[in-house]
């Protein structure tokens, strides 16, 4: 495994394997991995001749009053999983690699960008945009790879790849969750014992309102109202609703289309958001990597 | 040469000469091509293995009282002259090719996008720098080629390249004027003949700057002032003002570096832009190309 922290180093590591004509996987995280991030990389794996993990936890997609100084790390851990994993390449920046005096650019995906965790984290979207927009020109992966967990990431990182004409494909993985369904998140080892206890509300009422879908309900309130009654204990619900997974819209009417039920709680300072899909034909955890963002040519 | 209008077909043509180790030049255009893109093709074609032109006018960098509608177009001409010059590919998209229902993405280079024509133009550089670097993104040039006679596009192309890490050099090409001096501009032909000798009075100002620049005149004010007592005839000076020609800033100071004189003027309804460098250590015609935009890496 080459580990490579700066941007020619990067480039020069990545010309063999493109002059090459070996296909290219990219696994973009903010570090300390758990086996949310392993399930991505074993996918790029699979799929592709060689894989790119970054680590990069980047300031532009935190708020002032979040947690950025206090995001945990724990790179000796993420190279030795990185390296146990077959990783080829692990690409560790400096934010001043990635932000040189003068940087000014932006990327915006318009009104996506600003609902749910959106409205809560004003800027996020577009800092987020923006640095994998940055990563995916360094890296020029066929394939990159994200998480179900962060659903909106990827349905605004589907919109900006598709908007912008990027010569990339992103595939969403599964979220992966605790034995007891909590789903896999760096925050929660911010969470004390009791909290974590809590948080389990979530898994529980998103696979509640998940097997009332099954069963029939169609009614995007009735179930998003489920969700949030398994809530009580949280100190904060930020949101709990029923959107569009592509366009994070609120649904109006019943459920005809791939849905997903959305949910984003504060426990003990801590912020944690997961989700469900529901798809009316029943492929529910295969259908999101199969959708293209509304409208038009590739 | 090929003519392709759909975006699978651009990407079906360009991928045998990228398979093929060839590199690419790029010359994005709003057509009605006349001599100063014709020079933009020709240091493609002397640098590049194949040329691919663009034909495309953005609606997004017009804004709601400009000239969309109206801008000149003459598609069999533009086939014609870069059949002359030897493009390998032009490229003639829609509308509705480069924004599909549901596109809500857009770059923002940040503060420079607000200067000078940004001031008269809002938006302007925002459509700029969105559709270029989805042109980048397709095309995926090794060189792509900008005339001067748009100082301020080029310098806010450079930025967006390297603060998004695009992985394509832009080339900057001395501005082609008209035997009486006349900065080529599709927009020249909304001019009266009255008007016509009236926009004289932009390069005459420019030329006769420069020249006292050469004399040893340093004094930013002075110079500017200079320009806008040429301008007398206008109907509208928008600005005419020394800027430093990467970040578009004003110059406070006497000029110890790279410097532009820039100008913008409404004449009859039609607005002219033009400029020129004024480099200390003389080479100004040649200087722009070698310069990077401030701070930090590639």
Do not use: W
């Amino acid at each position: 495994m080459r580990i490579v922290r700066s941007i020619p180093e990067l480039r020069v590591a990545l010309k063999t394997f493109r002059d090459g004509g070996q296909s290219i996987g990219f696994v973009p995280t903010m570090g300390f991995l758990h086996e949310g991030h392993a399930a991505l990389i074993r996918q790029s794996m699979a799929r592709c001749d060689t894989t790119v993990v970054s680590v990069f936890v980047n300031p532009t997609q935190f708020g002032p009053g979040e947690d950025l100084a206090k995001y945990p790390r724990d790179l000796e851990r993420d190279q030795n999983l990185c390296l146990k994993l077959g990783v080829g390449t692990l690409f560790i920046p400096e934010p001043a690699e990635i932000y040189p005096t003068g940087f000014t650019t932006s990327i915006s995906v318009g009104p996506m960008g600003d609902l749910l965790c959106g409205m809560f984290r004003p800027g996020h979207f577009r800092g987020v945009a923006t640095v994998v927009t940055k990563l995916f020109n360094l890296v020029q992966p066929d394939l990159a790879f994200f998480g179900q967990k962060d659903l909106q990431q990827t349905s605004i990182l589907r919109r900006v790849v598709k908007d912008l004409n990027l010569p990339v494909d992103i595939l969403v993985v599964p979220t992966v969750r605790e034995a007891d369904g909590l789903a896999l998140s760096s925050r929660n080892a911010y969470l004390s014992p009791e909290h974590r206890k809590l948080a389990l509300g979530i898994s529980r009422g998103l696979f509640a309102a998940e097997r009332r879908f099954q069963e029939g309900e169609r009614d995007p309130g009735t179930l998003a109202e489920g969700v949030r009654s398994a809530l009580a204990g949280m100190d904060e619900i930020q949101y709990c609703e029923a959107v569009d997974p592509l366009t994070m819209d609120l649904l109006a009417g019943p459920i005809t289309r791939p849905a997903a039920l959305c949910v984003a709680v504060v426990l003990g300072g801590t912020r944690l958001i997961d989700n469900v899909l529901l798809s009316p034909t029943g492929e529910a955890a295969q259908f999101i990597s199969h959708l293209d963002p509304p409208g038009g040519n590739a």
